[in-house]
């Protein structure tokens, strides 16, 4: 693949992680609102399902058990990626600190690195020497964003909660990475927009079930003033745009390294912090920043690159 492809990659991947960053606050101010995560989840997947169907206007038919079959990636991905992550990462929030549970997600790369080395049919890349310092250096800054010099204060239910999360994110990593493989391999694949609306009813559908067997009744709340508008957002921007980049991403530049770019969310939330609410941004979370984009310029073997030609 050449370089301007990679370099795009890159790009989307920040586009991603500037909205997916900033949609904690999002997400924090319906959490508050008191409303079960699995209505908050089907709502959102529910707008976005609808967004993708409005822009595509084309049916494709889900092909029967065959189709089950083939989608079998596809389905995982979209359970994992949308319905799990995005009821674990409700449910967390509910318990503990958003600041907490963006931390957490951000190990994500850690559990990507171990599906891909030991998963049936992972693709059992090498790994460079300078991964695991620069993931390391990653984590470092995540933490002074995070922490910012006050004592870390733990929820062991939602911490664990989160960690779940972070762990259905790097799935839905691995198999979006095999789903992807599958569609190219078809006579006729589905568009980029068609394969994440395919994924999206895929995660509906389990939401669905989710807020079904819950037996909760549905809060008409969610649907007015500001609430209804935080949704819109985080289903037009965080989910339809992200998820549609997100795939191609991993395509551009390989899942382990789309997954690295999961570090920079702390950081951008604390930004969006800083800018909406007021936050002050100390000089130990501005060191923290640096150390993310340090450690993400060793892990992609950017800066090891340029030192060896300066040498």
């Known amino acids: 693949m050449?370089?301007?492809?990679?370099?795009?990659?890159?790009?989307?991947?920040?586009?991603?992680?500037?909205?997916?960053?900033?949609?904690?606050?999002?997400?924090?101010?319906?959490?508050?609102?008191?409303?079960?995560?699995?209505?908050?989840?089907?709502?959102?997947?529910?707008l976005v399902f609808v967004i993708l169907s409005l822009v595509t206007r084309r049916y494709v038919s889900l092909g029967g058990w065959q189709g089950v079959?083939?989608?079998?990636?596809?389905?995982?991905?979209?359970?994992?990626?949308?319905?799990?992550?995005?009821?674990?990462?409700?449910?967390a929030l509910h318990f503990t600190y958003a600041t907490n549970v963006s931390l957490i997600v951000t190990i994500s790369p850690l559990f990507s690195t171990v599906f891909d080395r030991f998963l049936p049919e992972a693709d059992r890349k090498p790994?460079?020497?300078?991964?695991f310092p620069g993931l390391a250096i990653c984590l470092v800054g995540v933490a002074l964003v995070i922490l910012n010099g006050s004592r870390l204060r733990l929820n062991p239910a939602g911490d664990a909660i989160?960690?779940?999360?972070?762990?259905?994110w790097a799935g839905y990593s691995?198999?979006?990475?095999k789903a992807q493989r599958v569609n190219e391999a078809?006579?006729?694949?589905?568009s980029p927009l068609l394969f994440t609306r395919r994924q999206m009813f895929y995660g509906l559908l389990l939401v669905t079930l989710v807020f079904l067997l819950s037996g909760a009744h549905f809060d008409t709340g969610l649907l007015r003033g500001k609430y209804v508008a935080v949704l819109l957002y985080l289903a037009l921007l965080p989910s339809s745009l992200c998820y549609w980049l997100w795939g191609r991403t991993i395509k551009r530049i390989g899942m382990l390294n789309a997954s690295l770019y999961?570090?920079?969310?702390?950081?951008?939330?604390?930004?969006?912090?800083?800018?909406?609410?007021?936050?002050?941004?100390?000089?130990?979370?501005?060191?923290?920043?640096?150390?993310?984009?340090?450690?993400?310029?060793?892990?992609?073997?950017?800066?090891?690159?340029?030192?060896r030609k300066r040498g």
């Not at 992680?17 to 101010?29: E, R």
């Not at 951008?268 to 993310?292: C, F, K, R």
């Open 186 to 190: 078809q006579s006729e694949p589905l």
């Open 69 to 91: 079959k083939r989608d079998r990636w596809l389905i995982l991905s979209g359970c994992l990626g949308t319905a799990v992550y995005y009821l674990l990462e409700a449910t």
């Open 2 to 46: 050449d370089s301007s492809k990679r370099s795009a990659g890159h790009i989307m991947a920040l586009i991603c992680i500037f909205f997916w960053g900033s949609a904690f606050i999002a997400s924090k101010v319906i959490v508050n609102g008191d409303f079960r995560p699995a209505q908050i989840i089907f709502c959102r997947l529910l």
């Open 127 to 131: 790994i460079t020497r300078s991964f």
């Open 174 to 177: 691995f198999s979006l990475n």
């Open 262 to 307: 999961i570090t920079v969310i702390p950081v951008v939330a604390a930004v969006t912090g800083a800018l909406l609410l007021h936050e002050d941004l100390t000089p130990l979370s501005l060191t923290g920043m640096a150390a993310i984009i340090l450690g993400l310029l060793i892990t992609q073997d950017i800066l090891p690159q340029l030192l």
């Open 162 to 168: 989160a960690l779940a999360a972070a762990l259905a």
